[in-house]
């Protein structure tokens, strides 16, 4: 999946995880976040850390780190 930011109305955030170093860590990760209500977009990028979600409204922030965690990793916070 691809972050869209020409979604109206919708909102991006970037967040910072540790411990991913490969495709299937990306794919664990985007799954997680994929689950939290209104998210329509995951891009999880391996190499930076960084992980890019498209939502109808902002998220809680504990909700994303309960599915970073879910998936095995640690959200360092917003990028």
């Known amino acids: 999946m691809t972050a869209q930011t ?3 109305g919708s909102v991006t955030a970037v967040y910072q ?7 299937h860590c990306e794919g664990s990760v985007s799954s997680e976040i994929s689950e939290i209500a209104g998210v329509s977009s995951v891009k999880a990028v391996a190499s930076t850390g960084e992980v890019t ?4 409204a902002p998220l809680d922030e504990e909700a994303v780190r309960a599915a ?3 998936a095995g990793f ?3 916070g917003k990028a």
């Open 53 to 56: 979600v498209v939502s109808a």
């Open 17 to 23: 995880v540790s411990g991913m170093s490969c495709g």
């Open 68 to 70: 970073v965690d879910e």
């Open 6 to 8: 020409d979604i109206p």
């Open 74 to 76: 640690e959200l360092v």
